[in-house]
T-cell receptor, first 113, second 116 residues
Framework: QQQVKQSPQSLIVQKGGIPIINCAYE??????FPWYQQFPGKGPALLIA?????SEKKEGRFTISFNKSAKQFSLHIMDSQPGDSATYFC????????????FGTGTLLAVQP | ETGVTQTPRHLVMGMTNKKSLKCEQH?????MYWYKQSAKKPLELMFV???????ENNSVPSRFSPECPNSSHLFLHLHTLQPEDSALYLC???????????????FGPGTRLLVL
């Protein structure tokens, strides 16, 4: 049973495009939603996170949009660059715990020059 | 670098071998984690240690045996593994494992394990 469903599995965009990665969850007890970025040969690194009391959070070129009623959240990368090419994972946890994360399956993003 | 190192980076072992994975964090954290990352599957949390005590075992088979001698070091002892155990094993650390707001997990680069 996959508790956090992530799509698409892979994504190719041109430089300057706005890739969007989507995640959906079923457990309404989830209340912390981070995104992790992983480059080849490296471990995942926290990129940005949101809690359900807001519908949007921006950090630099990265934005999380959160739709509580639909139980969906998404990552938008503005003005994407080739250096953004990586695998992106969404995750969720409950009880506000940032240490017991349920991860999505990942999206491999390629930004072409 | 994240301050979390893992050795070896690559490991090939037979099903009858015994090997160990090592993780060391230089961040002064008190919580450490083992994750399994398989292709096209979600990261799976395996074990959690807070202040050297195991606080989470996510129904991991006994052929995986963790050890946490101090807050800076974490080991994963492997014995009689199966080919389906081939994966990237990631170690992570966080401040105190309380899961409080703002607590972030820092991951090492992982050990790529192949079981023949």
């Amino acid at each position: 049973q996959q508790q956090v469903k992530q799509s698409p599995q892979s994504l190719i965009v041109q430089k300057g495009g706005i890739p969007i990665i989507n995640c959906a969850y079923e457990n309404t007890a989830f209340d912390y939603f981070p995104w992790y970025q992983q480059f080849p040969g490296k471990g995942p690194a926290l990129l940005i996170a949101i809690r359900p009391d807001v519908s949007e959070k921006k950090e630099g070129r990265f934005t999380i949009s959160f739709n509580k009623s639909a139980k969906q959240f998404s990552l938008h990368i503005m003005d994407s660059q080739p250096g953004d090419s990586a695998t992106y994972f969404c995750a969720a946890s409950k009880g506000g715990a940032t240490n017991k994360l349920i991860f999505g399956t990942g999206t491999l993003l390629a930004v072409q020059p | 670098e994240t301050g979390v190192t893992q050795t070896p980076r690559h490991l090939v072992m037979g099903m009858t071998n015994k090997k160990s994975l090592k993780c060391e964090q230089h961040l002064g954290h008190n919580a450490m984690y083992w994750y399994k990352q398989s292709a096209k599957k979600p990261l799976e949390l395996m074990f959690v240690y807070n202040f050297k005590e195991q606080t989470e075992n996510n129904s991991v088979p006994s052929r995986f045996s963790p050890e946490c001698p101090n807050s800076s070091h974490l080991f994963l002892h492997l014995h009689t593994l199966q080919p389906e155990d081939s994966a990237l094993y990631l170690c992570a650390s966080s401040q105190d494992g309380s899961g409080g707001a703002g607590e972030t997990q820092y991951f090492g680069p992982g050990t790529r394990l192949l079981v023949l």
